[in-house]
C-alpha cells in the first residue's frame, strides 16, 4: 500500500493536486523496484476525472502531466491493481487504457449524499470494494437534506451511474504479498 499526498503545495485546492517532485521521484522509484508485488496506491485526487454531468475542471483531479506519467508507470507495473481516490465525492469506477489492469476508483464523501462509505477487502483471490449507506436518523436526513444540492442533480452524479461505480468484486491472484523486508541490525 501507498499514501500519497496528492496537494503538497500551499494553495486553497482550487487548483489541480500535485506530488513534489521529491515525492513523484520516490514513487516511480518505488512502483520500478517492487512492478509484480501487488500494490494499491491511495491519493486525495483521481489521476482522471470522465463522464461527469457538471464541468470538469483541471482542480477535479492531479495535474495533467503528473498524472499522464503516472498512468504510464502503471502501465509497466504489472502488480499495480488499484488507485483510490475521493475529492470528486462521487462513486465512479474508471479504467484507463493506458494502464487496462488498474482500476481507478472515486470513492464518495461521507458528509453529504449518498451518506455513507465504502470498504475494501482483499483476499488472495482478489478483493471486493462494496458501498455502504449510512445508517443512523441523523444522519439519514442530513442525506436527503444535501441531495438536493446542484439543482437536484447531485444523487445521479454522486452515488454512481452504475452499481459496479460502488459494488464491484475483481478476481485477481494477490497471494503474492509479502512483508516489506526491514534491514537487519547487527550488535
Not at 470528486?88 to 449518498?114: C, D, F, M, W
Not at 461505480?165 to 547487527?186: A, E, F, M, Y
Amino acid at each position: 500500500m501507498i499514501g500519497l499526498d496528492t496537494y503538497d503545495k500551499p494553495g486553497g485546492g482550487g487548483d489541480a493536486g500535485a506530488l513534489s517532485t521529491d515525492q513523484l521521484a520516490w514513487f516511480r522509484q518505488q512502483l520500478a523496484k517492487e512492478r509484480d508485488q501487488p500494490t494499491i496506491v491511495f491519493g486525495h485526487h483521481p489521476l482522471v476525472v470522465q463522464n461527469s454531468a457538471f464541468p470538469i475542471s483541471p482542480s477535479n483531479s492531479l495535474d495533467a502531466a503528473q498524472a499522464s506519467t503516472i498512468l504510464q508507470d502503471y502501465a509497466r507495473t504489472p502488480g499495480l491493481f488499484l488507485h483510490h481516490a475521493g475529492h470528486t465525492h462521487r462513486n465512479k469506477r474508471t479504467i484507463s487504457p493506458v494502464a487496462p489492469r488498474v482500476t481507478l476508483q472515486e470513492i464518495a464523501a461521507g458528509k453529504e449524499y449518498p451518506g455513507g462509505f465504502s470498504l475494501l477487502r482483499l483476499y488472495t483471490g482478489g478483493y471486493a470494494l462494496n458501498f455502504y449507506k449510512t445508517r443512523s436518523e441523523l444522519a439519514r436526513r442530513w442525506s436527503e437534506r444535501s441531495r438536493q444540492e446542484i439543482l437536484g442533480y447531485w444523487p445521479q452524479f454522486a452515488l454512481g451511474s452504475s452499481v459496479s461505480d460502488r459494488n464491484l468484486v475483481v478476481r485477481r491472484d494477490l497471494s503474492g504479498l509479502h512483508p516489506v523486508h526491514k534491514p537487519h541490525h547487527h550488535h
